[in-house]
């Protein structure tokens, strides 16, 4: 097996981060090597564990892990404190205690939820993640952010806590559909452009390939280990997000409200990101930051995104600024902005000039509304 290994500091220590196609074989394996005892509460995604839950299963049992599965129906809405409360009492009832194991075995949906379960549980046990979306395995298995959602807000109840270990098995991503995909891979992108000009030059040559599916293994393999490489430097730098961290937020302020403003469902978060990216540009050649030519470079790639749905009910301007006033990244009325000043790097400005902001969310609208 070819296999990536990313070390990620943080205050509960530092942790692994295994990329490559076939982990999934090893994951019992990998658990022994990092001292993760105990017994393991498998918190998986019903969609996954059809197709990958046997091969988690078979890999623990190997390595003498005594697993019990709680499966957890796909999508969003199993982010809530209902769910939580459902694994709560199954893992008192399964006599589960702080010196056992939360496996999380699915996309960003199973991380956060099991991490936050892994968090609470008994005032905090371990979590190994085992991401098997692209997002997941390159964006939100890595920092250790954790949270349910609240009917007034996403991710609004949460912690901090960091993975004992994660292992990414990019052979799972065959079995994801494309759009879930793209989706993955708008977040790769925008590792490249806040951190990494020659990736972005490789994923030139691959974009549509990763998104169809039809890429060969071990490119999406190496694909994966770089994003995660920017992820990991990025959040061992700056764990609890007070500086550097929020440069991963690029193309996420516009990206954020657009999502919120249609409502969390009718687009993927991916989508709206790319809508976000492609207003920050124009944020960062109007503010002279990012040369012309840049510019043109990071819209070529997104521009070969596919559109994302249309809408039911187009969203207006003011429908963004309400979305943008609630989105917790905006500090006393100020809504900061990540941007470009070159390909492969990003600064934090606190506060755009009047109009700006006007400026980028009519662009984004229009791009959303089908004249890319
Ligand atoms: N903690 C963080 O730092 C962080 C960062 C970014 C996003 N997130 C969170 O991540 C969530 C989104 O994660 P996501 O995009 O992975 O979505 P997801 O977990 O909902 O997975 C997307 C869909 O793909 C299915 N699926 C997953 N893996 C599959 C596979 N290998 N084969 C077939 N189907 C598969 C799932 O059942 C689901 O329907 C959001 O809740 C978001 O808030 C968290
Ligand atoms: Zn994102």
Redesign the pocket.
Known sequence: VREGKILVRSSAGEYAVHVGPGLLDKLGERMRAANVRGRVALIV????DA??GEAARRSLAAAQYDAKTLRVP???AS?SLAQADRLWTAMIEGGFSRSDTVVAL???????LA?FIAATFHRGMSIVQV???L??QV??SV?G???IDHPLG??LIGAFHPPRLVVADTR??S???AR?RW??LA?VVKAALIADKSFLSELEQYLEGIGSGAVDELVLADVVERAVRIKADVVSRDEHETGPRMTLNFGHTIGHAIEAAAGYGPL???EAIVVGMRAALLVSERLGKLSAADARQAANVLGRFPRPPALATALSADDVKRALGRDKKAVAGKVRFIVLPAIGSAEIVPELPPGLLDEAIASALRDLGGSR
């Not at 995604?45 to 996954?48: K, P």
């Not at 699915?106 to 956060?112: E, L, N, R």
């Open positions: 995604d019903e969609a996954v197709h990958w796909s999508g969003e982010k699915g996309g960003g949906v199973i991380g956060d991490g991401p098997t979306t997002l997941s964006d939100s920092g952010k954790v949270a996403k991710n799972t991503l079995t994801l559909p879930e989706g993955g977040e993927l978060h991916g």
